[in-house]
């Protein structure tokens, strides 16, 4: 491809980590940075590339921390001049207009692009995310249930969901006006494209359904129908880049597949952040396997982040000599949950205590591999580990997870293999799965 296909900006480092792997999947070449800082580095890469995304941190932030993280992304993405402009967001889009407000950043987008398009797509049927007349639905523990009737996100501790319907979700954020591109659109004889291009005319936002991957893909050639005609800024989860990667892939000559398997480490590490339910049960199930869990106390990491990172480190080692593997989490039980564990400033103490932890127990050649569980202090962890990008390597499609190595010049950490898994990603085993690897089946 002689001009960059996509760029994205994404609000946490492991939705980006994922939006990057839907489209590595079917061959396109690309590299997610932790920071639009490096930008003359950034466009120097390009060309090489079919992909180029952003990993941020704007989904814990509040809207003028958001202005001050987005507003560069989105003037590296406008630099970079690809095809296709997108704003991964979570697929269950929790968001307010206090906290990792998506409408805001709309707003950002058509203050430095007048009147560009914004089509909306929730929709990932993979991951168990439809969308039916702008209301978002979900699988929750194997019955799919409304967005707001899912207890995992209608009690979220940082941006509770109570509205379904996207377009009054959003209405909250944003004075741009919504729109919807429904199922029923899809069967007129132009396939919803006058209902789209009618929403964008009017400058509404555009919600777009999709039920399954045939609906998915219909509605992602729409979009890129659309970004050939105007500056075109999607607001999507995952999905649109399956579907966009399949759409331009599939009358090309065949390109080389991301792998599906990977080798088991001796010793691995987790570092959770997480407060979901699932992660939980899969650190009950990693512990029950003999894994050692220690507790870190969100509180001390505000007090003092570096004693912390090396009382743990300490403790660390001293497991992994007995042989074990460890997980260091902030949470365990529901009691455990802290209100405020999104918030820019806890979850920057928490990301510093596992990037120190990372680095210390990477220059003593103690870790390989490390899963780090939790989408906004992930993605401080890893603006502070020191690394500039990540690439994937394999793309484990019975967890939904992926394996990534860490790019680092010069560095301890070039190489590191890292996944970065969010709350409601991978089954209860997945963590004994990234320490014996894909490879072979399970004993």
Wanted: a negative charge.
């Amino acid at each position: 491809m002689t001009r960059l296909l996509a760029a994205f900006y994404g609000d946490d480092f492991t939705g980006s980590t994922e939006n990057l792997a839907q489209f590595s999947r079917h061959g396109l070449r690309g590299r997610l940075f932790f920071s639009s800082a490096g930008r003359e580095a950034i466009l120097d890469m390009a060309p090489e590339l079919d992909v180029v995304g952003l990993a941020g941190t704007a989904r814990g932030l509040a809207p003028g921390a958001m202005t001050v993280e987005v507003e560069p992304a989105l003037a590296v993405i406008e630099a970079l001049a690809p095809q296709l402009m997108q704003f991964k967001v979570c697929s269950t889009f929790d968001s307010s207009p206090t906290v990792g407000s998506i409408g805001h950043v709309m707003e950002l987008a058509r203050q430095r692009w007048p009147g560009c398009a914004l089509p909306v797509l929730p929709a990932t049927p993979a991951f168990g995310r439809f969308t039916a007349f702008s209301h978002l639905f979900t699988r929750y523990q194997g019955e799919i249930c409304r967005l707001d009737q899912n207890p995992a996100m209608a009690y979220h501790p940082s941006t509770p969901m109570t509205e379904a319907d996207l377009r009054r979700h959003l209405a909250a954020q944003t004075t741009i006006a919504p729109a919807a591109v429904t199922l029923l659109d899809y069967r007129q004889a132009d396939g919803g494209w006058q209902a789209l291009w009618s929403a964008i005319e009017a400058e509404r936002f555009a919600v777009l359904d999709a039920t399954d991957q045939a609906e998915l893909q219909q509605a992602a050639e729409l979009i890129l129908r659309l970004a050939d005609h105007r500056p075109t800024l999607a607001v999507a989860a995952q999905g649109l880049a399956d579907a966009v990667g399949r759409a331009v892939t599939r009358d090309t000559m065949e390109r080389p597949p991301l792998p599906t398997t990977y080798p088991g480490v001796a010793r691995l590490l987790v570092l959770s952040g997480s407060c979901s339910p699932q992660t939980r049960a899969q650190l009950a199930h990693f512990e029950s396997l003999g894994g050692g869990v220690l507790s870190l106390p969100p509180e001390e990491a505000l007090r003092d982040a570096p004693g912390l990172a090396r009382r743990l480190a300490g403790q660390v080692a001293a497991m992994f000599g007995e042989g074990r593997d460890v997980a260091v989490a902030t949470t365990r039980s529901e009691a455990d949950v802290i209100v405020d564990l999104s918030t820019e400033r806890l979850a920057t103490a928490v990301g510093e205590v596992f990037a120190r932890l990372t680095r210390e127990l990477r220059d003593a050649g103690d870790i390989q591999r490390v899963v780090f569980a939790g989408g906004d202090t992930s993605s401080h962890a890893m603006r502070q580990l020191g690394a500039d990008a990540l690439e994937l390597a394999a793309f484990d499609e019975a967890q939904g997870g992926h394996l990534c190595r860490l790019v680092a010049t010069d560095s301890p950490i070039d190489g590191l293999e890292v996944v970065l898994k969010g709350g409601q990603i991978g089954g209860e085993d997945l963590l004994a799965r990234v320490k014996r690897g894909t490879s072979h089946p399970a004993p």
